[in-house]
């Protein structure tokens, strides 16, 4: 068995107006769903992706409203990927963040693919990198007016693993998620190892892992911005119960299986302490709300829907009418 790519990445922000902002306005992502934080609902989960909700294409945010600063470091998801289809696109992206003043733009090449690095607001760190199709294929554009559509984002690129020791690492993601190691380019910091490449599925940016060693940094203290989880893609429901065998015939410690009504999911920790998640495709974002109309109301899954009431009056409100 392996994994199927990436599913979605998950991150925490202390204000969901201005990270609903960021993501759809500036970004031009779909929000497909507007829901809580399962495990504690007093707090909003908010899903930005492409126009369907594809799995790996889907960007996630819990929010904190007390969260504090992020001290990055090691056994991290240090920074995640963004695709688009060209390097024109990469043009007008270069320019439309500088037209916001998004912070930290550096536009380089990483693998031999041009990138281009840039932060949020509350300090996430993301990139957009240009991908030719030949790999996991694309989500579909969500279409907004001031971006040209063959320009817009359709889906997550390579996830960013900051470790103090790649070995370890590596060896989960080949022995039992079913990466294999595709090559290397050098670190962008000065003296340090090369970043390990892991692909898996198809392919391409997508289904790519990139895994740095830094052995001049600390442990990361997460807070906004930081990365909370990485998610493998699951291509069948009937892999999901084996996967959980897998992975406890191998030792790992999980969550068991966990049904988040939108997929289905399996958590654990790899040797270097990042959480990652396996999450199966279906059954999807519209389980409970029609494509048209993904992300308009607050969702919670079936479990969740007898405390509508006392959920919703503990959840402060959210206008993001008051900055679009």
Do not use: C
């Not at 892991?198 to 895994?211: C, D, L, N």
């Not at 065998?245 to 068991?256: C, D, I, P």
């Not at 920790?269 to 974002?285: H, K, M, Q, V």
């Not at 969740?304 to 008051?322: A, G």
């Amino acid at each position: 068995m392996q994994v199927g790519g990436i599913h979605h990445v998950s991150a925490l922000t202390k204000d969901a107006v201005k990270n609903h902002y960021f993501f759809t306005h500036i970004l031009g992502m779909r929000l497909v769903k507007k829901s809580v934080n399962q495990d504690s609902p007093s707090s909003y989960h908010l899903f930005y992706a492409d126009a369907k909700g594809t799995p790996g294409t889907d960007m996630t945010y819990f929010d904190i409203p007390m969260a504090g600063k992020t001290y990055p470091g090691v056994s991290s998801i240090s920074n995640t990927g963004f695709r688009i289809k060209s390097v024109e696109a990469l043009d007008f992206w270069e320019h439309r963040l500088q037209s916001f003043a998004i912070p930290k733009l550096e536009r380089t090449t990483a693998f031999d693919r041009e990138v281009l690095y840039f932060e949020d607001f509350e300090g996430s760190r993301l990139h957009l990198v240009v991908d030719d199709g030949k790999g996991i294929p694309y989500g579909e554009a969500w279409e907004k007016e001031d971006i040209p559509i063959e320009y817009a984002i359709v889906g997550l690129g390579p996830s960013y693993l900051t470790v103090r020791h790649a070995e370890r690492t590596v060896e989960t993601l080949t022995n039992i998620l079913g990466f294999t190691i595709i090559g290397s380019y050098p670190s962008r910091v000065e003296g340090q190892p090369d970043t390990v490449v892991a692909s898996v599925a198809e392919g391409g940016p997508a289904g790519e892992v990139h895994v740095q060693t830094r052995t001049d940094l600390p442990v990361e203290r997460p807070g906004r911005g930081s990365v909370h989880h990485v998610a493998f893609r699951i291509p069948s429901m009937e892999e999901y119960p084996k996967w959980q065998e897998r992975l406890t015939q191998a030792g790992y410690q999980t969550s068991g299986l966990v049904d988040r009504y939108y997929f289905k999911s399996i958590y654990f920790r790899e040797p270097s302490g990042i959480l990652y998640e396996l999450a199966t495709d279906e059954p999807g974002f519209d389980s409970d709300e029609s494509l048209e109309t993904l992300g308009e109301k607050l969702a919670l899954p079936p479990f969740l829907e007898p405390r509508r009431n006392e959920i919703e009056s503990k959840l402060r409100p959210l206008s993001f009418d008051m900055i679009d």
